[in-house]
């Protein structure tokens, strides 16, 4: 197995920015995905962590990987930092909120006023950041969820966040995206190879990714296994 020496990192749910001490910024990710990655790459890696923003416990608790809970988008950029390492794979399945407020109030923002305006700045770009970071051997798997232009804005995430593997979910699809149990997804690989998977399951979504990784890293990245091959 290709991926038996592999520390698998697993991102999945959303994040929070807080506006004030009761209402927050996030999105609809319930984390049943990466959890499910988490899951099918367990048996298959050397060890397994699933680095996770709030989402029901039933979706870590138990489970026989190692679970990091955060909340924030920094939060989960210093987690993913922490626990990266030579040779490792990253699965980027979290939501994390883009933008966060440029000022949390201390007290309760009050109703006045017909409309209320507030500024926002950009959260880290988790995945920018870590191709910055020099880890030798790295795999990158990252997660598009889109709703137009779908396949060309996640060619332009694979090619701009430096990744060595991107799975589309193309959100406006019945049956796709976020808090219910399927997903259809498109695989697109650096070598310019595609993979479409029907709707199924996640949890059987989450295992066709894998093999869909041990191919690549068998082919490309595993000098020894090529030679055996």
């Known amino acids: 197995m290709p991926l038996k020496n592999r520390k698998l990192i697993v991102t999945g749910g959303p994040t929070r920015e807080w506006l004030d001490p009761v209402r927050f910024i996030s999105n609809p ?3 049943k995905m990466g959890s499910a990655l988490a899951g099918a790459g367990f048996p298959r890696c050397g060890e397994t962590v699933f680095i996770h923003g709030p989402v029901d ?3 870590y608790a138990g489970k026989p990987y190692r679970s990091v809970g955060v909340e924030t988008t920094r939060d989960m950029l210093d987690a993913v930092l922490a626990e990266l390492e030579k040779n490792c794979l990253l699965i980027m399945a979290a939501a994390p909120v883009d933008y966060a407020p440029l000022a ?3 007290t309760k923002i009050k109703k006045e006023g017909d409309a209320i305006s507030i500024a926002f700045k950009k959260t880290p770009d988790i ?12 795999f990158t798997v990252g997660f598009a969820a889109e709703t137009n232009n779908v396949e060309e804005y996640a060619l332009g995430k694979l090619r701009d966040k430096n990744l060595d593997m991107i799975c589309l979910n193309d959100v406006s699809q019945s049956g796709a995206g976020f808090a219910i149990d399927t997903n259809i997804i498109s695989i697109y690989c650096r070598d310019s190879s595609t993979l479409t998977l029907p709707m199924l399951p996640k949890t059987e979504a989450a295992e066709r990714i894998f093999d869909r990784i041990e191919e690549y890293v068998k082919k490309y990245l595993d000098p020894c296994l090529r030679q055996l091959g």
Do not use: M
Not at 127 to 138: C, S, T, Y
């Open 29 to 31: 990710s319930t984390g």
């Open 57 to 59: 416990n039933s979706l």
């Open 104 to 106: 949390v109030s201390r």
């Open 127 to 138: 995945l920018k950041n870590v191709a910055r970071r020099a880890f030798e051997g790295i």
